[in-house]
């Protein structure tokens, strides 16, 4: 297993990816979690750069899983480029039948969604964690050890494969408010 993303790229897909919409809140998908897929499948393929190019489509959009283009699925793509926020950095990829295998220093952080547009939320998650899931197209497992931004946003797609959304993990009504700007 390799410690870190090695040279895996976009390109790797050879799929340009297509804009999908975006499901939101209360749609099923997003309360039932996802099926294990196969990273080698060419519907697979198609979907991981589908995801990719539906974040990049979305200013201010760090992440997105596969059940938020209503698709039940484990997987999810993640780049945190250039967001204030982020201290480690591994540029975007894309993640399939992801775990979190190691959780540590637990801090509370503010979290928006997509497929909640309309609110945020208080959220306590692992500052430092350690991911292992497997490349689509090229089927290598990774072990993906990061932390700040990049590990909270990591957890947030993993919750959405299991069917979770951030509001599943504030702390109560207390911790949630009305989203005041939209990138």
């Not at 309360?31 to 499948?41: H, I, K, Q, R, Y």
């Not at 991981?48 to 990049?56: E, P």
Request: hydrophobic share 45%; glycine share 12%; aromatic share 4%.
């Amino acid at each position: 297993m390799t410690e870190a993303l090695g040279g895996w790229t976009l390109a790797a897909l050879g799929e340009p990816g297509k804009v999908r919409p975006v499901v939101t809140a209360p749609a099923q998908v997003l309360g039932g979690g996802g099926a294990e897929v196969d990273p080698l499948s060419d519907e697979v393929v198609r979907l991981a750069a589908d995801l990719v190019a539906t974040m990049r489509s979305a200013p201010g959009c760090v992440g997105l899983a596969a059940p938020q283009v209503g698709v039940a699925a484990q997987m999810f793509a993640v780049d945190v480029t250039g967001h204030p926020k982020s201290v480690t950095v591994h540029g975007t990829f894309v993640l399939c039948n992801a775990k979190l295998v190691e959780a540590s220093r637990w801090r509370p952080g503010r979290e928006g969604c997509m497929s909640v547009p309309d609110l945020t939320g208080d959220v306590k998650r692992a500052s430092r964690v350690t991911v292992e899931g497997v490349l689509p197209g090229t089927g290598q497992p990774v072990r993906l050890a990061t932390d700040g931004f990049e590990a909270r946003a990591l957890q947030h797609e993993i919750d959405h494969c299991a069917g979770l959304l951030f509001l599943d993990r504030v702390a109560g009504a207390h911790a949630i408010y009305q989203r005041k700007v939209y990138l």
